[in-house]
């Protein structure tokens, strides 16, 4: 069966998610496209995920501020306007750089959502268990690299 139209308003956009600090809106999920995913996140100066890895693609359009990045090894800096992207299995890190960020995220297929909604209902990055964070990552087929500090 093929998706209902989606249209999601201001007025209409469900809560942000609460991710060690971040907020995560999903705007779209794969289960109402059937498919691709796209939220819309903010977050403080200095806060963004460690090294990961994921089966999806994921890409981040920049609306304000900057993100810094390493993708397999490479780094950089994203500002306003810039897109990038991450093909699934690359191992990823970001940061948001000063006066944090606005920007738009697109996934390939389901599969973030679930997970943000898990770590939503689990408690912040910062705040939780981190094995426990770590294993329901791994339980939406996303892989954490150990921290090194």
Request: no cysteine; aromatic share 8%.
């Amino acid at each position: 069966m093929a998706p209902s139209p989606l249209i999601v308003s201001p007025a209409d956009r469900p809560r942000a998610l609460n991710i060690a600090g971040t907020a995560i809106t999903i705007l779209a999920s794969g289960a109402q496209t059937a498919g691709y995913e796209i939220f819309h996140t903010t977050g403080p100066e200095g806060t963004g995920p460690g090294n990961h890895s994921h089966p999806w693609d994921e890409s981040f359009y920049v609306i304000s501020g900057q993100l810094s990045y390493v993708i397999d090894g490479t780094e950089g800096v994203a500002g306003p306007g810039t897109l990038v992207h991450v093909p699934g299995g690359a191992t990823h890190s970001y940061k948001f750089g000063q006066g944090g960020i606005e920007m738009i995220s697109m996934t390939s297929r389901e599969g973030a959502s679930r997970m943000y909604v898990d770590f939503d209902r689990e408690g912040s990055w910062g705040s939780a268990d981190r094995a426990k964070l770590v294993a329901l990552a791994a339980k939406h087929g996303q892989v954490v690299a150990p921290t090194t500090d």
